[in-house]
């Protein structure tokens, strides 16, 4: 009897099917942080608190996405070796259908007359899945190298690039390359490491380094160079504020690989394990990534953050909107076109290929 009431004592971790919470958790909450960076990025021109909010999140939210995106790539790999053909040709569909459905939006709503269409070109916010795309395609192949080997050559590769004025939208190399190392870092992590060393002071330590970079980025904001963070611009482009000499701008990535890093423990240290309200919400993150982005465009289309309601405490406001819009999107309905391209299956169509041939 004794054991039973101990037992029922004991946090649970994971539902009825074995799926971690703690995964979900720091899934919602990152689309989270991307919402809100895209809400606040146009007041960050004129007010210091909400580009030092800006520069807090850019430093580790899309980092830790894609950290967490390598973790679960464990699975896309099949036993022989390869990567599960099915899954890699759905996040293929999910690509071609974003980029159409973006394009015909600027195009048709907003009236991008210039557009420069090409599957090669991904849309904005579209790069996330193309990288994906690409990742998936090596994997198999990275996967069979020494991980020291692989996750040291990661990091070069993404200090040098930065050097490459060719790279840049085109298949997204600049982006892939730059976060490749954190898709390596989250193939090789293993959970337990993390949950080891969580304790109150852990997360005491956490909230402390958190803040502590926003008082740094608050008081230095001048001197960070804003493009550098978001992984498109070569260094040249990058409007670099520190080691501007060219042997050593790679410095400044270095810097940036370094925050990221720690500032990505740090948020993960803070994620709860237990099952919370918006638990649920945390598989339905890729709708509300690719959705919000049609609001992004015509907030700074339209301006709508110059209105009168954003004049006094604009950055809380956006705040609450943001988390608002986050949970409106992670609702079912919106999951129904997405749910709809995974059930495109590749083995029908190669069949009828093969048929035809």
Not at 29 to 52: F, G, Q, Y
Not at 123 to 128: A, D, F, H, I, P
Not at 250 to 269: D, E, K, Q
Request: one cysteine or more; proline letters at 4%; aromatic letters at 20%.
């Amino acid at each position: 009897m004794a054991k039973s009431e101990n037992n029922k004592r004991l946090p649970k971790y994971t539902d009825d099917f074995g799926r971690e919470f703690f995964f979900d958790n720091a899934k919602f909450m990152l689309i989270v942080l991307v919402v809100l960076a895209h809400s606040i990025a146009p007041l960050t021109r004129n007010h210091d608190t909400e580009k030092a909010i800006w520069i807090l999140i850019n430093s580790f939210h899309m980092p830790c996405f894609i950290f967490m995106s390598g973790y679960f790539a464990k699975s896309y790999i099949s036993k022989d070796g390869k990567v599960k053909h099915q899954r890699l040709f759905t996040y293929i569909m999910y690509y071609l259908f974003a980029q159409v459905v973006m394009t015909l939006f600027e195009y048709f709503v907003l009236g991008y007359k210039d557009i420069n269409i090409s599957v090669f070109l991904p849309r904005q916010g579209v790069w996330y899945l193309l990288s994906m795309i690409i990742w998936f395609t090596i994997l198999p192949y990275v996967s069979k190298i020494k991980i020291p080997v692989v996750i040291g050559f990661a990091f070069v590769f993404g200090l040098l690039v930065g050097y490459d004025t060719k790279a840049g939208r085109f298949l997204s190399i600049c982006r892939t390359i730059n976060h490749f190392p954190f898709f390596m870092m989250g193939f090789y992590f293993n959970k337990e490491w993390l949950f080891k060393i969580r304790s109150k002071w852990t997360k005491l330590l956490s909230a402390v380094v958190l803040v502590g970079f926003f008082v740094l980025a608050y008081f230095n904001s001048d001197i960070i160079a804003t493009r550098l963070l978001e992984c498109s611009y070569d260094y040249y482009d990058s409007i670099l504020k520190l080691f501007t000499e060219v042997p050593f701008m790679w410095v400044n990535r270095l810097i940036f690989y370094i925050i990221a890093v720690i500032l990505c423990a740090a948020f993960l240290t803070l994620v709860p394990r237990t099952k919370t309200f918006f638990t649920r919400f945390g598989s339905r993150t890729l709708q509300v990534y690719i959705l919000h982005r049609f609001l992004y465009f015509c907030e700074t289309e339209y301006e709508w953050y110059k209105l009168p309601f954003f004049n006094n405490y604009g950055v809380y406001k956006m705040m609450l909107i943001a988390i608002a819009i986050t949970f409106i999107l992670s609702l079912k309905p919106f999951e129904y076109p997405f749910k709809w391209i995974a059930k495109i299956k590749l083995d029908p169509l190669l069949k009828s290929e093969h048929k035809t041939n």
